[in-house]
């Protein structure tokens, strides 16, 4: 069993509310144990608080936890938050084979890294934010080229 941080911590449960309905902090708190994550309820608790979790209806009508702003998977609403943050701020973009660089203006790249991140647009693997340089690294068998356009295309550019 481990302890982590609350980042790490925080994102697992990201995960598991992803992958199936979790309807208590009680189960939520076992099933990061059956993970060999060790987290008290008060602490599930106060992540799920900050995360901005909140309990809603499922199919069969039993309550369980959602995050609303979270939209990784989920493309309707994402596009349009994409489009908005990719316009206002990408203000060049560049590829070298499966790469994208995309340029902002300073102290604006991480605005940028999180919406593609939280897009969850699949062929993109990760995002590494500068000050106002992002790389973005795109799965090779769709390649830097196409992803690029893509991104220029919901910047407007």
């Given at each position: ?6 980042p790490?911590?925080?994102?697992r449960i990201?995960?598991?509310l992803e992958?199936?309905p ?13 993970e060999g ?8 608790s106060r992540?799920?608080?900050e995360l901005?979790a909140?309990?809603?209806r499922?199919?069969g009508?039993?309550m369980a936890?959602a995050i ?6 989920e493309r ?15 203000v060049e ?6 790469l994208v ?11 940028v ?33 196409a992803?690029a356009?893509?991104?220029?295309e919901?910047?407007?550019?």
């Amino acid at each position: 069993m481990t302890t982590l941080g609350k980042p790490q911590r925080q994102h697992r449960i990201l995960r598991i509310l992803e992958e199936q309905p979790v309807s208590s902090q009680a189960q939520l708190v076992q099933l990061l144990e059956a993970e060999g994550i060790v987290a008290t309820q008060a602490t599930v608790s106060r992540d799920l608080e900050e995360l901005g979790a909140v309990k809603v209806r499922i199919p069969g009508g039993t309550m369980a936890y959602a995050i609303p702003d979270y939209t990784r998977g989920e493309r309707s609403g994402s596009d349009d938050h994409l489009r908005r943050v990719l316009g206002e701020f990408v203000v060049e973009v560049a590829h070298s084979g499966n790469l994208v660089v995309l340029r902002t203006p300073p102290g604006s790249a991480h605005v940028v890294g999180s919406a593609l991140d939280r897009a969850g647009l699949a062929h993109i693997l990760g995002t590494v934010a500068g000050d106002d340089t992002l790389l973005v690294v795109v799965n090779e068998s769709v390649g830097g080229a196409a992803m690029a356009s893509e991104l220029a295309e919901l910047a407007g550019l």
